[in-house]
């Protein structure tokens, strides 16, 4: 699985992004798929998952992002509303054959990271 990551840039506090990850070579509908995050001098931390019909979200972005894909284009996405400046990262999309997890040690392919950077 190749993933591709775009969306990402710079936005004022409060505003919002919707984070795109594309994904070819193999059955995309196989692959729960999850983002994560990467600020300077910080470990890389789990944002939000989906698998089958579950989504999950750290406490930190639950109620303000949203996490969909669409099967047919072979995308997941990240709608990121009432954004933060501690938002302010690398995002990451990554992919795993069956159940998802909050480990990024777990999934299998990476994407190549998207800036995010929210301004106060």
């Known amino acids: 699985v190749q993933l591709q990551a775009s969306g990402g840039g710079l936005v004022q506090a409060g505003g919002s992004l919707r984070l795109s990850c594309a994904a070819s070579?193999?059955?995309?509908?196989?692959?729960?798929m999850g983002w994560f995050r990467q600020a300077p001098e910080k470990e890389r931390e789990f944002v939000s998952a989906i698998s089958g019909g579950n989504t999950y979200y750290a406490d930190s972005v639950k109620g303000r992002f949203t996490i969909s894909r669409d099967n047919a284009k072979n995308i997941v996405y990240l709608q990121m509303n009432s954004l933060k400046p501690e938002d302010t990262a690398v995002y990451y999309c990554a992919a795993i054959r069956g159940c998802a997890t909050m480990r990024d040690k777990d999934f299998d392919y990476w994407g190549q990271g998207t800036q995010v950077t929210v301004s106060s």
């Open positions: 070579g193999r059955t995309f509908s196989n692959y729960a």
